[in-house]
C-alpha cells in the first residue's frame, strides 16, 4: 500500500526524524491558512507540493516554490485540480486532490537514502548516495558504485556503525555525523515497526547552517502486514488507485490493470506471470494481471470474471488454470455462472488441468456457452491472440 508524502512524513516526524515545518491543504482557503502561518512564523518561503502515487512531480510541474504569499496562492491554483501527468502516472495523469504546503529550507546539500528489501541475498538493505534529488534507477544505471549499501542482518538488525559507514561515505561533515546516524537510526526503526517494504527519502538535505531534513518522503508498505496496523490501513486514499483494483481488493482478488486487449484469469502469480509471458510472446499483450489464488470459491471466480470484463480494452479472455486447492469443477461453475450473468460477448480461451477436470470440461461442455478449449498454454496464448484480432 502506498500512502502520500505528508502523511509520511507525520509518521517518520513520530520517530523523531527531522522533517520541514508544513501542512497539507485540500482547498485554497486552507492552503493559503497554512502558507501564512508559515511565513509568519518566520519561513523565507513556501512550496507548494501536489500530493499523488507517484514521482517525478516537480518535472511534472506539481512541485513550486514561492517567496510571497501571493506567489504561493498562484501556484496553489495551478497545482490544486490540475491533472499532474509524470513519467509513472502514464499519458492520463493523476488528478491532484490534496497539497503539501511546506517552509523553504536553504539546502546546502541533496543527498539519498533508501530501505529495501534485497531479494538476492533475503535481507534488508540500507542505501546511500551523494546522487540526491535524482531518480535512483538512473543513478544506478549510469554509475553503480555511487550508491552505498550496507545490508542487515534480520537478527541484529541495523547497527550504529553501520549508519556511521554511511554517514561518512555521503562525506558529511564531522559535527553532522552523529546526528545522521540518529536519524538513519531512527528511519530504520519506523520501517521495521510499520512492517513497510520501501522507504525513500530522496533528498536528504543538508542545510547551510548544518541541519539535516528529509526533504522528501516516499514510503510503501506490506499489504499482507497491514492486519497489524489498523491505523496505518486507513490511510489508504482509494482515489489514487485504479477503480478495477479497489474492487479487486474487496473480494482478496490480486488485480493489477496492465495495457494490453488480452484479459487473463490466473490462479497462482507464478503461472500468471508465465500466462502473460507467453501471451506477449504470441504476438499480443496482457490487460491485467489477476491471480484468483489457490483456494477461490466460485464466488470469488465470478466476481474476478466481473471484474475483469470491466476494461473496456479487453477484446478476449484466456482462463489458465491448474486445478489443486482450487478444483476445476468449481472454477467452471464460477465461469458459466459469470458469462450467464453478464451476457459476455467476447471470444473465451480456456485452458485447465488439475483436480477433477474431466468434471470442469464437462460442466463447459454442457453450458451451452460458446467456449474455446485450448490443450496446452501455447495453444491456448495462439487461440487468445487469435481471437483479440492478431498478433501487434
Not at 501571493?70 to 495551478?78: F, Q, T
Not at 479487453?314 to 465461469?335: E, M, Y
Amino acid at each position: 500500500m502506498k500512502i502520500h508524502e505528508y502523511q509520511a512524513k507525520a509518521i517518520l516526524a513520530k520517530y523523531g526524524v527531522s522533517i520541514p515545518r508544513g501542512e497539507m491543504a485540500s482547498t485554497p482557503d486552507e492552503a493559503e491558512a497554512v502558507a501564512k502561518r508559515l511565513l509568519d512564523a518566520g519561513a523565507s518561503g513556501v512550496v507548494v507540493k501536489a500530493q499523488i502515487h507517484a514521482g517525478g512531480r516537480g518535472k511534472g510541474g506539481g512541485v513550486k516554490v514561492a517567496k510571497t504569499l501571493d506567489a504561493a496562492m498562484e501556484n496553489v491554483r495551478k497545482i490544486l485540480g490540475m491533472q499532474l501527468v509524470t513519467h509513472q502516472t502514464g499519458p492520463e495523469g493523476q488528478k491532484v486532490r490534496r497539497l503539501l504546503i511546506e517552509e523553504t529550507l536553504p539546502i546546502a546539500s541533496e543527498l539519498y537514502l533508501g530501505i529495501v528489501l534485497d531479494r538476492a541475498t533475503a535481507k534488508l538493505v540500507f542505501m546511500a548516495s551523494k546522487a540526491g534529488g535524482m531518480e535512483i534507477e538512473e543513478v544506478a544505471a549510469k554509475d553503480p558504485n555511487a550508491i552505498l549499501k550496507e545490508f542487515i542482518d534480520p537478527a541484529v538488525g541495523f547497527q550504529a556503525f553501520q549508519a556511521r559507514k554511511l554517514a561518512f561515505g555521503l562525506g558529511l561533515k564531522a559535527e553532522q555525523i552523529n546526528e545522521a546516524v540518529k536519524f538513519m537510526m531512527a528511519l530504520y526503526k519506523a520501517f521495521e515497526d510499520t512492517d513497510a517494504s520501501l522507504f525513500e527519502i530522496n533528498p536528504f538535505i543538508t542545510t547551510t547552517d548544518g541541519r539535516l531534513f528529509a526533504l522528501d518522503a516516499k514510503i510503501n508498505f506490506d499489504d499482507n502486514a497491514l492486519f497489524r496496523h489498523k491505523d496505518l490501513k486507513e490511510l489508504r486514499d482509494v482515489e489514487e488507485e485504479d477503480p478495477l483494483e479497489v474492487e479487486a481488493s474487496k473480494y482478496s482478488l490480486n488485480y493489477i490493470k496492465l495495457d494490453g486487449n488480452v484479459g487473463c484469469m490466473v490462479n497462482g502469480a507464478g503461472l500468471a506471470m508465465a500466462t502473460m509471458d507467453i501471451i506477449q510472446y504470441a504476438g499480443g499483450s496482457a490487460a491485467n494481471f489477476l491471480d484468483v489464488g489457490g483456494g477461490a470459491n466460485a464466488q470469488q471466480v465470478e466476481n474476478a470474471f466481473k471484474i475483469l470484463l470491466s476494461d473496456k480494452n479487453v477484446k478476449a479472455v484466456l482462463i489458465n488454470i491448474f486445478g489443486g486447492i482450487l478444483r476445476v469443477d468449481t472454477l467452471a461453475n464460477g465461469v458459466v455462472e459469470a458469462a450467464k450473468k453478464t451476457n459476455i460477448q467476447l471470444p473465451i480461451v480456456l485452458r485447465l488441468e488439475g483436480t477433477n477436470v474431466e468434471q470442469g470440461r464437462e460442466i463447459l461442455k454442457k453450458s451451452g456457452l460458446n467456449f474455446i478449449v485450448a490443450e496446452t498454454m501455447k495453444d491456448a496464448a495462439e487461440k487468445v491472440v487469435a481471437a483479440a484480432g492478431g498478433k501487434k
